[in-house]
Nanobody
Framework: QVQLVESGGGLVQAGGSLRLSCAAS????????MGWFRQAPGKEREFVAG??????????DYADFVKGRFTISRDDAKNTVNLQMNSLKPEDTAVYYC??????????????????WGQGTQVTVSS
């Protein structure tokens, strides 16, 4: 049974940084496409970043609104995926979710393409 557990959320002032982590278990991690999504109150869940490994190369994709500020990484030996968030803005406030899928060949930006989800971690950025 696949389990994803996020950690690292919290309250930070605008311009600050947070690092989210997601620990995966229950399946061979290195074969997965991993993604981070977020959902603000009253809004749909949206893609933030995704990463996968093909042979020894890591490929990442970012939503335009986080390019240059957020960095996604994965450690296949530790079964973790991280999201380093810098230069945070109040509009980044949301619940952040880790997602995983083992059938995707490419990084998907639609939440419907991911089969497994964590419980979410709250990120609040104050102005």
């Amino acid at each position: 049974q696949v389990q994803l557990v996020e950690s690292g959320g919290g309250l930070v002032q605008a311009g600050g940084s947070l690092r989210l982590s997601c620990a995966a278990s229950g399946r061979t991690f290195s074969n997965s496409v991993m993604g981070w999504f977020r959902q603000a109150p009253g809004k749909e869940r949206e893609f933030v970043a995704g990463i996968r490994r093909i042979s020894n190369t890591y490929y990442a994709d970012y939503a335009d609104f986080v390019k240059g500020r957020f960095t996604i990484s994965r450690d296949d030996a530790k079964n973790t995926v991280n999201l380093q968030m810098n230069s945070l803005k109040p509009e980044d406030t949301a619940v952040y979710y880790c997602a995983a899928d083992w059938s995707l060949r490419l990084i998907a930006r639609s939440a419907r393409d991911y089969d497994y989800w964590g419980q979410g971690t709250q990120v609040t950025v104050s102005s």
